[in-house]
């Protein structure tokens, strides 16, 4: 279980405007209600909003999935903010095939693509002259997932995604660097979210285990909760991770076989 922890620094990301997208329910509305009580403002989106979503928060239905819906979505988030500090690029979503590779239709393939890569490269492109105009201290967090480094055939349209969403942000990270903009990516394991058991529940009935079963191999001894992200992300958006950049940073328990 999740230990709960002290009451974060109220002040230490004051006056800071922060994006998160995917932000209405798990890992996403964790990281934006982390941010709000580190002192950011925070704008989230999300195709619906849940009972999850901070209530703190800016929330901005849309599909960031395609290129209009980005350039909707930025606009409304810039005429909120004023501008942009820290962008988290966390949305993302898959299908699993438990029939592996050969029956991902290939319009998943394409949707995969959208959602888990070109959404951030979109939102970045959208964001980045307001980013540069904030001058250094900017922060962008990419979201990407253990299986981007471990691919397995049922989310192998995922792990893809996910895969260049990592080169990418390693090749922004280097290019704006001179302007003091950090870039950084965090992987996470098994993490309880909906959209996460939903998978994962799909995975384990193909091959008749438990989520349970599933969640047992974690050497820290439980799954993970999408405020262990949020912690992650609070961290590197933070001054304390100012010499921080392109680096990739694995949070999933120790699951993960050293590669």
Same mark, same amino acid.
């Given at each position: 279980?999740?230990? %709960?922890?002290?009451?974060? *620094? ?5 006056? !800071? ?5 995917? =932000? ?17 403002? +925070?704008?989230?989106? @999300? ?5 999850? %979503?901070? !209530? ?6 849309? *599909?960031?999935? %395609? ?34 590779? #050969? ?7 394409? *949707? &995969? ?20 105009? $904030?001058? @250094?201290?900017?922060?962008? /967090?990419?979201?990407?997932? +253990? @299986?981007?480094?471990?691919? #397995? &055939?049922?989310?192998?349209?995922? =792990?893809?995604? !996910? ?6 942000? !390693? ?7 001179? $302007? ?28 008749? +285990? ?26 590197? /958006? ?13 949070? *999933?328990? =120790? ?5």
């Amino acid at each position: 279980m999740f230990r %709960t922890l002290a009451s974060p *620094d109220a002040t230490e990301l004051a006056g !800071k405007r922060a994006v998160v997208t995917g =932000g209405s329910r798990g890992i996403g509305a964790a990281i934006a209600q982390r941010l709000l009580d580190g002192g950011a403002t +925070v704008v989230t989106t @999300a195709r619906k909003a849940t009972e999850e %979503t901070p !209530k703190a928060a800016t929330f901005l239905e849309g *599909d960031i999935s %395609t290129l209009a819906g980005v350039r909707e979505f930025a606009a409304a988030a810039l005429d909120e903010l004023g501008g942009v500090d820290i962008v988290v690029n966390n949305a993302g979503a898959a299908r699993a095939h438990v029939g592996g590779i #050969s029956s991902i239709p290939d319009e998943e393939w394409l *949707d &995969a693509l959208d959602l888990n890569y070109l959404s951030a490269v979109r939102v970045n492109n959208a964001l980045l002259p307001t980013l540069r105009q $904030a001058g @250094a201290g900017g922060a962008i /967090v990419n979201i990407s997932t +253990v @299986a981007a480094l471990m691919p #397995s &055939a049922p989310l192998a349209h995922y =792990g893809a995604a !996910k895969a260049a969403l990592n080169a990418y942000g !390693k090749a922004l990270a280097s290019e704006l660097a001179p $302007a003091g903009i950090r870039v950084t990516t965090i992987i996470p394991g098994n993490v309880l979210t909906p959209g996460g058991d939903a998978i994962r529940q799909n995975l384990a009935d193909a091959v008749g +285990v438990s989520l349970a079963d599933i969640a047992n191999g974690v050497p820290l001894g439980r799954p993970g909760d999408p405020r262990d992200i949020a912690e992650a992300v609070a961290y590197l /958006v933070s001054d304390r991770a100012q010499w921080v950049t392109g680096a990739t940073l694995v949070v *999933d328990g =120790g699951e993960l076989p050293v590669i």
